[in-house]
């Protein structure tokens, strides 16, 4: 299905700088928005629900499971996370473009359904930087970790499978090539509509 709004999706191991790329990114780019997903995972410190996460029990992740509520939904570090059909479809049928941090299994289910969807990978420079960042972060007990550490090297071999891989070593430079992907895809997009709309007032049909 071909919406006027863009979807773009953000996936990377625990640890990488995706929620900060997408935080920057919100704050320079309003045509952007996020979508909020759901989870049955607790909400760290400074998180609050409806902004960071919807934080749901294991009980309501069913009903909405059940009910059809999510267009995608996957386990994730002994949790489970999922995108509501609300949190995307009305807005990029409005023509928003819509921006999902999610994870490898969820980006690869959004692409069999929005075909156009663009798929974007953040890889850390090495491990040693993954593991400064996951501890200096300061959220996450030792325990887990060494669970998204684990889980990373398997996220890691998925990025081959995205449209494009930003390495977040610098993050300004990072976040110039996530601008930089928003802005062709904009562009892409518009040529396109532009050229068929053309295209269909020459044949004289609607
Ligand atoms: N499939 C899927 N994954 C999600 C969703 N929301 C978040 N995730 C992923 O779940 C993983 C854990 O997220 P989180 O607990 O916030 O930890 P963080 O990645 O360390 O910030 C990350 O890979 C997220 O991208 C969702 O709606 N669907
Ligand atoms: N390019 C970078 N250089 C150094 N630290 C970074 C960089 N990008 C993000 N960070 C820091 O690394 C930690 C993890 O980033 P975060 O955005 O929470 O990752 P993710 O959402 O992928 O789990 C945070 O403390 C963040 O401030």
Redesign the pocket.
């Known amino acids: 299905m071909d919406y006027p709004g863009n979807l773009f999706v953000v996936a990377?191991p625990?640890?990488?700088?995706?929620?900060?790329l997408v935080k920057a990114l919100l704050e320079l780019d309003s045509r952007v928005q996020p979508s909020v997903s759901h989870t049955t995972r607790p909400p760290r410190g400074q998180e609050k629900h409806g902004r960071e996460y919807f934080f749901v029990s294991a009980d309501e992740f069913d009903q909405m499971v059940l009910a059809g509520a999510f267009v995608e939904w996957a386990h994730v570090h002994g949790q489970r996370y999922g995108t509501s059909r609300k949190a995307i479809e009305e807005r990029i049928a409005q023509g928003a473009d819509v921006i999902l941090e999610i994870d490898f299994q969820g980006a690869l289910q959004i692409k069999r359904i929005f075909a156009n969807a663009v798929l974007i990978f953040i890889l850390p420079p090495s491990w040693e930087e993954l593991r400064s960042?996951l501890e200096?972060?300061g959220e996450d007990s030792p325990e887990v970790i060494e669970v998204r550490l684990k889980n990373a090297a398997v996220e890691m071999t998925q990025a081959r499978e995205f449209d494009f891989v930003i390495i977040?070593?610098?993050?300004e430079r990072?976040l110039f090539d996530l601008k930089a992907i928003v802005h062709a895809q904009r562009l892409k997009f518009s040529a396109q509509r532009r050229a068929r709309a053309d295209t269909f007032k020459a044949l004289n049909i609607s």
């Open positions: 990377a625990s640890g990488a700088g995706k929620s900060s960042r200096r972060r977040n070593e610098l993050f990072a």
